[in-house]
Protein backbone atom coordinates (compact mmCIF):
# COMPACT_ATOMS: atom_id res chain seq x y z
CA UNK A 1 0.00 0.00 0.00
CA UNK A 2 1.42 3.64 -0.95
CA UNK A 3 1.74 6.17 1.42
CA UNK A 4 -1.14 8.47 -0.10
CA UNK A 5 -3.67 5.65 0.22
CA UNK A 6 -2.26 4.52 4.18
CA UNK A 7 -2.78 8.36 4.80
CA UNK A 8 -6.25 8.48 3.06
CA UNK A 9 -7.40 5.58 5.76
CA UNK A 10 -5.99 7.40 8.60
CA UNK A 11 -7.84 10.83 7.59
CA UNK A 12 -10.86 8.64 7.73
CA UNK A 13 -10.51 7.04 10.99
CA UNK A 14 -9.40 10.77 12.54
CA UNK A 15 -12.87 12.27 11.01
CA UNK A 16 -14.01 9.92 12.50
CA UNK A 17 -12.82 9.45 16.16
CA UNK A 18 -14.45 11.06 19.14
CA UNK A 19 -11.98 13.73 20.30
CA UNK A 20 -11.25 12.22 24.35
CA UNK A 21 -10.37 14.33 26.96
CA UNK A 22 -9.81 13.14 30.21
CA UNK A 23 -8.31 16.33 32.31
CA UNK A 24 -7.29 19.86 31.34
CA UNK A 25 -3.55 20.49 31.62
CA UNK A 26 -2.78 23.99 32.83
CA UNK A 27 -1.17 24.44 29.99
CA UNK A 28 -2.05 26.96 27.28
CA UNK A 29 -0.56 27.40 23.65
CA UNK A 30 -1.11 30.38 21.24
CA UNK A 31 -2.93 28.89 17.73
CA UNK A 32 -3.43 32.18 16.52
CA UNK A 33 0.23 33.19 15.66
CA UNK A 34 1.92 31.99 12.30
CA UNK A 35 4.61 30.00 14.41
CA UNK A 36 5.00 26.67 14.62
CA UNK A 37 3.85 25.27 17.97
CA UNK A 38 5.90 22.26 19.57
CA UNK A 39 5.16 20.35 22.28
CA UNK A 40 7.81 18.77 24.30
CA UNK A 41 7.91 15.78 26.94
CA UNK A 42 8.66 12.67 27.59
CA UNK A 43 7.41 9.47 26.17
CA UNK A 44 3.77 9.14 28.01
CA UNK A 45 3.35 12.49 30.15
CA UNK A 46 0.31 13.40 27.97
CA UNK A 47 0.92 15.43 24.98
CA UNK A 48 -1.09 13.59 22.82
CA UNK A 49 -3.55 14.63 25.03
CA UNK A 50 -3.31 18.14 25.18
CA UNK A 51 -3.60 18.17 21.41
CA UNK A 52 -6.91 16.53 22.25
CA UNK A 53 -7.81 19.20 24.55
CA UNK A 54 -6.76 22.13 21.90
CA UNK A 55 -8.39 20.28 19.00
CA UNK A 56 -11.42 19.98 21.30
CA UNK A 57 -11.91 23.75 22.42
CA UNK A 58 -11.17 24.69 18.79
CA UNK A 59 -14.37 22.37 17.83
CA UNK A 60 -16.10 23.99 20.34
CA UNK A 61 -15.13 27.63 19.13
CA UNK A 62 -16.34 27.08 15.37
CA UNK A 63 -13.57 26.09 13.72
CA UNK A 64 -15.12 22.55 11.59
CA UNK A 65 -13.32 19.02 12.41
CA UNK A 66 -12.38 19.00 8.90
CA UNK A 67 -10.08 21.80 9.14
CA UNK A 68 -8.41 19.92 11.37
CA UNK A 69 -5.80 16.70 10.74
CA UNK A 70 -4.48 14.75 13.21
CA UNK A 71 -1.77 11.94 12.55
CA UNK A 72 0.31 9.80 15.22
CA UNK A 73 3.54 8.89 13.54
CA UNK A 74 4.19 7.01 15.99
CA UNK A 75 2.00 4.60 13.88
CA UNK A 76 3.19 1.52 12.71
CA UNK A 77 1.37 1.78 9.57
CA UNK A 78 3.02 5.13 8.60
CA UNK A 79 6.60 4.08 9.46
CA UNK A 80 9.09 4.04 7.81
CA UNK A 81 8.06 7.55 6.75
CA UNK A 82 10.15 10.49 5.11
CA UNK A 83 10.23 14.42 4.82
CA UNK A 84 9.78 13.66 0.93
CA UNK A 85 6.24 11.51 1.69
CA UNK A 86 5.12 14.51 4.32
CA UNK A 87 5.01 16.59 1.36
CA UNK A 88 1.66 14.31 0.12
CA UNK A 89 0.05 14.93 3.43
CA UNK A 90 -2.10 18.48 2.68
CA UNK A 91 -2.74 17.79 -1.12
CA UNK A 92 -4.08 13.87 -0.48
CA UNK A 93 -5.91 15.40 2.47
CA UNK A 94 -7.61 18.47 0.58
CA UNK A 95 -8.91 15.88 -2.48
CA UNK A 96 -10.29 14.02 -0.11
CA UNK A 97 -12.01 16.78 2.11
CA UNK A 98 -13.36 20.22 1.50
CA UNK A 99 -11.38 22.98 3.78
CA UNK A 100 -13.51 25.99 5.00
CA UNK A 101 -11.03 28.79 4.10
CA UNK A 102 -12.56 30.80 6.21
CA UNK A 103 -9.86 28.98 9.19
CA UNK A 104 -6.76 28.40 8.37
CA UNK A 105 -5.78 24.01 8.33
CA UNK A 106 -4.72 22.97 11.72
CA UNK A 107 -2.20 20.30 11.38
CA UNK A 108 -1.44 18.21 14.22
CA UNK A 109 1.40 16.33 14.02
CA UNK A 110 2.30 13.56 17.02
CA UNK A 111 5.66 12.27 17.65
CA UNK A 112 7.77 14.05 14.76
CA UNK A 113 10.67 12.66 15.28
CA UNK A 114 9.94 9.18 14.00
CA UNK A 115 10.11 11.22 10.39
CA UNK A 116 13.14 11.64 8.50
CA UNK A 117 14.22 15.08 7.64
CA UNK A 118 10.72 16.40 8.93
CA UNK A 119 12.39 19.70 9.88
CA UNK A 120 12.76 21.29 6.28
CA UNK A 121 9.38 19.57 5.14
CA UNK A 122 7.93 22.00 8.47
CA UNK A 123 10.32 24.88 7.05
CA UNK A 124 8.95 24.73 3.33
CA UNK A 125 4.72 24.40 4.90
CA UNK A 126 5.90 27.11 7.32
CA UNK A 127 7.23 29.50 4.41
CA UNK A 128 4.82 28.55 1.55
CA UNK A 129 1.75 28.05 3.26
CA UNK A 130 0.20 30.92 5.16
CA UNK A 131 -3.11 29.59 5.76
CA UNK A 132 -2.04 26.55 8.02
CA UNK A 133 -1.29 26.35 11.57
CA UNK A 134 1.39 23.80 12.62
CA UNK A 135 1.34 21.69 15.73
CA UNK A 136 4.32 19.22 16.69
CA UNK A 137 5.24 16.97 19.36
CA UNK A 138 8.08 15.17 20.29
CA UNK A 139 9.62 13.35 23.02
CA UNK A 140 13.23 14.33 22.63
CA UNK A 141 14.84 17.25 23.57
CA UNK A 142 17.25 17.95 20.52
CA UNK A 143 13.49 19.26 18.61
CA UNK A 144 14.60 22.36 20.71
CA UNK A 145 18.59 22.49 20.01
CA UNK A 146 19.35 21.17 16.75
CA UNK A 147 16.68 19.52 14.74
CA UNK A 148 14.01 22.46 14.97
CA UNK A 149 15.87 25.71 16.09
CA UNK A 150 18.78 25.64 13.33
CA UNK A 151 16.07 25.89 10.59
CA UNK A 152 13.29 28.01 12.25
CA UNK A 153 15.33 30.38 14.62
CA UNK A 154 12.02 33.16 16.00
CA UNK A 155 9.62 31.08 14.16
CA UNK A 156 8.31 28.35 16.67
CA UNK A 157 7.12 28.40 20.04
CA UNK A 158 7.83 25.90 22.62
CA UNK A 159 5.10 24.19 25.49
CA UNK A 160 7.03 21.54 28.15
CA UNK A 161 5.07 18.69 29.36
CA UNK A 162 5.46 17.00 32.06
CA UNK A 163 3.93 14.32 34.08
CA UNK A 164 1.18 15.40 36.39
CA UNK A 165 2.29 17.67 39.10
CA UNK A 166 1.38 17.25 42.83
CA UNK A 167 -1.52 20.05 42.22
CA UNK A 168 -2.90 18.15 39.26
CA UNK A 169 -2.64 14.98 40.63
CA UNK A 170 -5.15 16.30 43.40
CA UNK A 171 -7.46 18.02 40.89
CA UNK A 172 -8.00 14.91 39.03
CA UNK A 173 -9.03 13.60 42.69
CA UNK A 174 -11.76 16.47 42.86
CA UNK A 175 -9.92 16.88 45.64
CA UNK A 176 -10.40 20.87 46.48
CA UNK A 177 -9.03 23.09 49.22
CA UNK A 178 -8.31 26.90 50.06
CA UNK A 179 -4.09 27.23 50.22
CA UNK A 180 -4.10 30.21 52.64
CA UNK A 181 -6.08 28.11 55.82
CA UNK A 182 -4.70 24.29 54.57
CA UNK A 183 -2.23 24.19 57.29
CA UNK A 184 -4.72 24.41 59.84
CA UNK A 185 -7.66 22.30 58.38
CA UNK A 186 -8.62 18.81 58.32
CA UNK A 187 -8.28 18.69 54.96
CA UNK A 188 -4.38 18.59 55.00
CA UNK A 189 -4.74 14.93 56.85
CA UNK A 190 -6.67 13.83 53.77
CA UNK A 191 -3.86 15.73 51.14
CA UNK A 192 -0.62 14.31 53.10
CA UNK A 193 -2.35 10.52 52.22
CA UNK A 194 -2.79 11.50 48.53
CA UNK A 195 1.13 12.74 48.72
CA UNK A 196 2.52 9.63 49.87
CA UNK A 197 0.56 8.08 47.04
CA UNK A 198 1.65 10.89 44.37
CA UNK A 199 5.54 10.43 45.94
CA UNK A 200 4.81 6.15 45.10
CA UNK A 201 3.24 6.15 42.29
CA UNK A 202 3.98 9.30 40.39
CA UNK A 203 2.00 11.75 37.64
CA UNK A 204 2.39 10.12 34.41
CA UNK A 205 -1.75 10.71 33.37
CA UNK A 206 -2.24 7.04 32.88
CA UNK A 207 -1.12 5.83 36.59
CA UNK A 208 -3.57 8.33 37.90
CA UNK A 209 -6.83 8.18 35.64
CA UNK A 210 -6.34 4.39 35.79
CA UNK A 211 -5.62 3.56 39.58
CA UNK A 212 -6.57 -0.25 39.63
CA UNK A 213 -4.00 -1.19 37.20
CA UNK A 214 -0.34 -2.19 38.32
CA UNK A 215 1.75 0.92 37.91
CA UNK A 216 5.13 -0.30 38.98
CA UNK A 217 4.84 -2.83 35.60
CA UNK A 218 3.50 0.14 33.16
CA UNK A 219 6.02 2.21 34.41
CA UNK A 220 8.84 -0.29 33.92
CA UNK A 221 6.99 -0.95 30.12
CA UNK A 222 7.63 3.01 29.57
CA UNK A 223 10.90 2.74 30.83
CA UNK A 224 11.34 0.20 28.35
CA UNK A 225 10.16 1.98 25.76
CA UNK A 226 12.01 4.90 26.38
CA UNK A 227 14.93 3.35 26.18
CA UNK A 228 14.44 1.67 22.76
CA UNK A 229 12.38 3.16 21.00
CA UNK A 230 13.60 6.99 21.75
CA UNK A 231 17.23 6.18 22.52
CA UNK A 232 18.44 2.88 20.96
CA UNK A 233 16.84 2.84 17.49
CA UNK A 234 16.87 6.59 17.25
CA UNK A 235 20.84 6.40 17.56
CA UNK A 236 21.36 2.55 16.51
CA UNK A 237 22.70 1.52 19.34
CA UNK A 238 24.49 -2.16 19.60
CA UNK A 239 25.22 -2.00 23.06
CA UNK A 240 21.53 -1.66 24.60
CA UNK A 241 22.41 -4.16 27.76
CA UNK A 242 24.93 -1.42 29.18
CA UNK A 243 22.56 1.29 27.88
CA UNK A 244 20.31 0.28 30.08
CA UNK A 245 22.11 -0.94 32.93
CA UNK A 246 23.43 2.52 33.07
CA UNK A 247 20.37 4.76 33.09
CA UNK A 248 19.20 1.94 35.97
CA UNK A 249 22.57 2.83 37.84
CA UNK A 250 21.41 6.49 37.19
CA UNK A 251 17.97 6.70 38.48
CA UNK A 252 18.80 4.51 41.80
CA UNK A 253 21.28 7.42 42.53
CA UNK A 254 19.32 10.72 41.53
CA UNK A 255 20.08 13.21 43.43
CA UNK A 256 24.16 12.16 43.88
CA UNK A 257 27.25 13.70 42.76
CA UNK A 258 28.89 11.88 39.95
CA UNK A 259 31.29 12.86 37.45
CA UNK A 260 32.18 10.81 34.03
CA UNK A 261 35.51 8.93 35.46
CA UNK A 262 33.50 7.93 38.69
CA UNK A 263 30.51 6.04 36.56
CA UNK A 264 33.72 4.76 34.51
CA UNK A 265 35.23 3.21 36.95
CA UNK A 266 31.88 1.57 38.41
CA UNK A 267 31.15 -0.29 35.30
CA UNK A 268 34.88 -1.05 34.52
CA UNK A 269 33.88 -4.51 35.88
CA UNK A 270 30.98 -4.57 33.69
CA UNK A 271 31.84 -3.34 30.52
CA UNK A 272 34.45 -1.62 28.68
CA UNK A 273 33.07 2.24 28.66
CA UNK A 274 35.17 5.08 27.72
CA UNK A 275 34.74 8.53 28.30
CA UNK A 276 33.06 9.79 25.60
CA UNK A 277 30.43 6.76 25.43
CA UNK A 278 29.53 7.34 28.92
CA UNK A 279 29.03 11.33 28.28
CA UNK A 280 27.04 9.94 25.09
CA UNK A 281 24.63 7.82 26.92
CA UNK A 282 23.94 9.94 29.85
CA UNK A 283 23.20 12.66 26.95
CA UNK A 284 20.51 10.55 25.08
CA UNK A 285 19.10 9.93 28.87
CA UNK A 286 18.50 13.76 28.72
CA UNK A 287 17.48 14.07 24.98
CA UNK A 288 14.78 11.44 26.12
CA UNK A 289 13.86 14.22 28.92
CA UNK A 290 14.01 10.51 31.28
CA UNK A 291 17.41 12.29 33.46
CA UNK A 292 18.40 15.81 33.81
CA UNK A 293 22.03 16.90 34.96
CA UNK A 294 22.47 19.63 37.50
CA UNK A 295 25.59 21.20 37.16
CA UNK A 296 27.48 23.05 40.62
CA UNK A 297 27.16 26.66 40.46
CA UNK A 298 30.33 28.76 40.30
CA UNK A 299 31.12 32.03 38.59
CA UNK A 300 34.23 30.55 36.90
CA UNK A 301 32.82 28.61 34.04
CA UNK A 302 35.84 26.32 33.73
CA UNK A 303 35.62 24.91 37.78
CA UNK A 304 31.73 24.57 36.94
CA UNK A 305 32.74 22.29 34.41
CA UNK A 306 35.28 20.16 36.36
CA UNK A 307 32.77 20.43 39.36
CA UNK A 308 30.44 16.30 39.64
CA UNK A 309 27.41 16.92 38.63
CA UNK A 310 23.86 15.52 39.85
CA UNK A 311 21.06 13.42 37.98
CA UNK A 312 17.32 13.48 38.49
CA UNK A 313 14.58 11.72 36.79
CA UNK A 314 11.50 12.89 35.05
CA UNK A 315 8.97 11.17 37.51
CA UNK A 316 9.09 9.72 41.11
CA UNK A 317 6.81 7.02 40.15
CA UNK A 318 9.41 6.01 37.38
CA UNK A 319 12.51 6.40 40.18
CA UNK A 320 10.61 3.58 42.76
CA UNK A 321 9.43 1.16 39.73
CA UNK A 322 12.62 0.70 38.00
CA UNK A 323 15.35 1.76 40.21
CA UNK A 324 17.65 -0.80 42.34
CA UNK A 325 17.98 -0.34 45.94
CA UNK A 326 17.92 -2.20 49.42
CA UNK A 327 17.17 0.73 51.93
CA UNK A 328 14.11 3.24 51.81
CA UNK A 329 14.86 6.35 49.77
CA UNK A 330 12.52 9.36 50.63
CA UNK A 331 15.05 11.88 50.93
CA UNK A 332 16.10 11.28 47.52
CA UNK A 333 12.50 11.24 46.16
CA UNK A 334 11.75 14.59 48.03
CA UNK A 335 14.92 16.15 46.44
CA UNK A 336 13.69 14.58 42.88
CA UNK A 337 10.50 16.25 43.64
CA UNK A 338 11.50 19.94 44.52
CA UNK A 339 13.69 19.57 41.29
CA UNK A 340 11.01 18.86 38.62
CA UNK A 341 8.84 21.94 40.54
CA UNK A 342 11.72 24.32 39.91
CA UNK A 343 11.89 22.35 36.40
CA UNK A 344 8.02 23.06 35.63
CA UNK A 345 8.85 27.14 36.64
CA UNK A 346 11.76 27.28 33.49
CA UNK A 347 14.44 28.19 36.45
CA UNK A 348 17.84 27.75 36.24
CA UNK A 349 19.34 25.12 38.91
CA UNK A 350 22.33 24.04 40.47
CA UNK A 351 23.62 22.68 43.63
CA UNK A 352 26.14 24.60 45.40
CA UNK A 353 29.15 23.27 48.14
CA UNK A 354 31.30 25.33 50.41
CA UNK A 355 35.04 24.93 50.52
CA UNK A 356 34.36 22.98 53.36
CA UNK A 357 31.80 20.31 51.88
CA UNK A 358 28.73 22.23 53.22
CA UNK A 359 26.05 21.91 50.69
CA UNK A 360 23.08 23.52 49.38
CA UNK A 361 21.10 21.08 47.15
CA UNK A 362 19.01 24.31 45.26
CA UNK A 363 20.75 27.32 44.21
CA UNK A 364 18.08 28.59 41.58
CA UNK A 365 19.37 31.58 39.57
CA UNK A 366 17.01 34.03 37.82
CA UNK A 367 18.68 36.97 35.76
CA UNK A 368 21.94 37.52 36.20
CA UNK A 369 22.47 36.28 39.95
CA UNK A 370 21.04 33.56 42.09
CA UNK A 371 18.03 34.67 44.42
CA UNK A 372 16.81 31.77 45.92
CA UNK A 373 18.48 28.71 47.70
CA UNK A 374 16.78 25.74 48.82
CA UNK A 375 17.71 22.77 51.27
CA UNK A 376 15.68 19.88 51.33
CA UNK A 377 15.56 17.12 53.83
CA UNK A 378 13.20 14.81 54.70
CA UNK A 379 13.60 14.17 58.27
CA UNK A 380 15.15 16.64 60.58
CA UNK A 381 14.67 15.78 64.04
CA UNK A 382 18.09 14.55 64.47
CA UNK A 383 20.36 17.61 65.84
CA UNK A 384 23.31 16.55 63.50
CA UNK A 385 21.01 16.55 60.36
CA UNK A 386 19.55 19.64 61.22
CA UNK A 387 22.71 21.22 62.22
CA UNK A 388 24.06 20.14 59.19
CA UNK A 389 21.35 21.61 57.03
CA UNK A 390 21.66 24.87 58.71
CA UNK A 391 25.28 25.12 58.06
CA UNK A 392 25.14 24.77 54.83
CA UNK A 393 22.18 27.15 53.82
CA UNK A 394 23.70 29.48 56.32
CA UNK A 395 26.82 29.49 53.92
CA UNK A 396 24.78 29.73 50.82
CA UNK A 397 22.89 32.64 52.39
CA UNK A 398 26.64 34.41 53.12
CA UNK A 399 27.86 33.70 49.64
CA UNK A 400 25.27 34.81 47.75
CA UNK A 401 24.70 37.48 49.65
CA UNK A 402 20.79 36.33 50.14
CA UNK A 403 18.38 37.74 53.29
CA UNK A 404 16.42 34.14 53.36
CA UNK A 405 16.74 30.49 52.55
CA UNK A 406 13.88 27.47 52.66
CA UNK A 407 14.30 24.20 54.01
CA UNK A 408 11.90 21.75 52.50
CA UNK A 409 11.04 18.62 55.04
CA UNK A 410 7.99 16.50 55.79
CA UNK A 411 5.89 18.37 58.25
CA UNK A 412 7.57 20.81 59.49
CA UNK A 413 6.25 24.58 59.25
CA UNK A 414 8.07 27.40 61.26
CA UNK A 415 10.52 30.55 61.20
CA UNK A 416 13.74 30.84 62.74
CA UNK A 417 17.10 33.78 62.10
CA UNK A 418 20.18 32.40 62.64
CA UNK A 419 22.82 34.41 62.28
CA UNK A 420 21.53 37.55 61.20
CA UNK A 421 19.71 35.27 58.34
CA UNK A 422 15.94 34.02 58.25
CA UNK A 423 15.22 30.55 57.55
CA UNK A 424 11.86 29.23 57.06
CA UNK A 425 10.90 25.87 57.09
CA UNK A 426 7.90 23.76 54.92
CA UNK A 427 6.26 20.60 54.50
CA UNK A 428 7.39 19.44 50.85
CA UNK A 429 3.60 18.70 50.23
CA UNK A 430 2.57 22.19 51.38
CA UNK A 431 5.87 24.17 49.02
CA UNK A 432 4.45 21.72 45.76
CA UNK A 433 1.40 23.56 45.75
CA UNK A 434 2.54 26.67 46.92
CA UNK A 435 4.98 27.30 44.12
CA UNK A 436 2.23 25.72 41.42
CA UNK A 437 0.93 29.29 40.40
CA UNK A 438 -2.57 28.62 41.13
CA UNK A 439 -3.46 29.32 44.52
Not at 27 to 37: I, R, Y
Not at 69 to 96: A, S
Request: hydrophobic residues 40%; proline residues 3%; neutral net charge.
Amino acid sequence: MDTKTKLKYIFVEWQEREIPVFHTRHKTLLLETPHVADILGVRRCGKTYFMYQLISSMIKSGIPKTNIVYINLDDDRLLPLNGDELRLLVDTYKEFYEVSQKHKLYLFLDEIQNVQDWEKWIKSTYDRERNIKIIISGSNASLLSTDLSTLLTGRHLTTRMFPFSFAEYLEVNRIQFELKTLLYSKKNIEIKKRFNEYIEKGGFPEVIFYPLIKHRELLQSYFEDIIHKDIISRHNLRNAQTLKQLSIFCISNIAKPYTFNSLKKIFANYATLSTDVIINYLSYLEDAFLLFSVKHYDYSLKKQINKPKKLYCIDTGMVNAVSFRFSENIGQLYENLVFLQLLRSNCEIYYWQDDKGLEVDFVIKEGLKANRIIQVCSDISDGDTRAREVNGLISGLVYFNLPEGTVITSDLFTNEKVDGKRIRYVPLWYWLLENEGLY
